[in-house]
């Protein structure tokens, strides 16, 4: 069976980059699905759509197209056609995200589609996210718990920011927004940021970027 590398944790672990740098190296698909939430959230607000409103949420999920690209070398999102990769990224959108995450129709939606990526990838795929262990993909091959210390987190999705010229008022509410997200992520009732009981527990804290990278490739290779 193709191979399925399941990478959860919270904001700021990595997640992100060691998968898509795991893809490459594997030669397997990579899929962000922090970006799909983040898609469903930014349709929602493009449309006035109360994000804070449960309901409205859920009733109004089924309508946006929703397209991931799964290639290592630049993975797109679309939203109706629209590539929303940039947009996705900003400040209102991930103040919005994890009230637009907490709502079962929106993750029971997204879910669909994230298996259906999966089962598409001819050679196999590296998954994120916050459940890919303890539900989207309960059978992966392996499975990996990324975590950090909340001040590494922090200060590397700050510099992240720094690098693209974000002003420093936007990086302190950003970064203030982090903590309050995965108390969110964490606290739900549908899927919460947990470890899965196989997973494998990686801090980050004290190491390079590379030596995660090849801490989860050896994973995978056992
Ligand atoms: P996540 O997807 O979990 O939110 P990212 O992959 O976006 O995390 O990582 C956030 C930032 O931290 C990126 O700029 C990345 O290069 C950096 N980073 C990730 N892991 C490490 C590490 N072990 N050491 C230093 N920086 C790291
Ligand atoms: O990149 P960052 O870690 O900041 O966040 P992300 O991975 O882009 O995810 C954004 C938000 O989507 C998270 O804060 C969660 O609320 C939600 N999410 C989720 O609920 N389940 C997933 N599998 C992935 C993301």
Do not use: H
Not at 1 to 26: E, H, M, N, Q
Not at 78 to 107: K, L, M, Q
Not at 176 to 204: E, F, H, I, K
């Amino acid at each position: 069976a193709p191979v399925v590398v399941a990478i959860d944790g919270p904001s700021g672990s990595g997640k992100s980059t060691v998968s898509r740098a795991v893809a490459a190296r594997l030669g397997l698909s990579f899929l962000d699905t922090g970006a799909m939430y983040r898609a469903m959230t930014w349709w929602m607000l493009a449309n006035e759509v109360d994000v804070t409103d449960a309901e409205a949420v859920a009733i109004a999920c089924g309508k946006p197209v929703i397209v991931s690209g799964t290639d290592t070398d630049g993975p797109t999102i679309t939203v109706d056609g629209v590539d929303v990769s940039g947009p996705i990224r900003g400040p209102e959108v991930t103040a919005g995200v994890s009230a637009v995450a907490a709502v079962p129709a929106v993750r029971s939606r997204l879910v669909e589609l994230q298996r259906g990526c999966a089962a598409v990838a001819e050679r196999g795929i590296v998954t994120e996210g916050r459940d890919m262990g303890t539900v989207v993909f309960p059978a992966a091959t392996v499975k990996v718990f990324l975590t950090a210390s909340e001040a590494a987190r922090a200060g590397r999705r700050a510099a992240e920011l720094r690098a693209k010229g974000v002003d420093e008022a936007t990086i302190a509410a950003m970064a203030a927004d982090l903590g309050r997200r995965d108390a969110a992520d964490s606290s739900r009732t549908t899927a919460p940021l947990a470890q899965a009981a196989d997973a494998v527990l990686v801090d980050t804290s004290e190491l390079t970027l590379e030596q995660v990278i090849d801490t989860v490739v050896e994973l995978v290779a056992q």
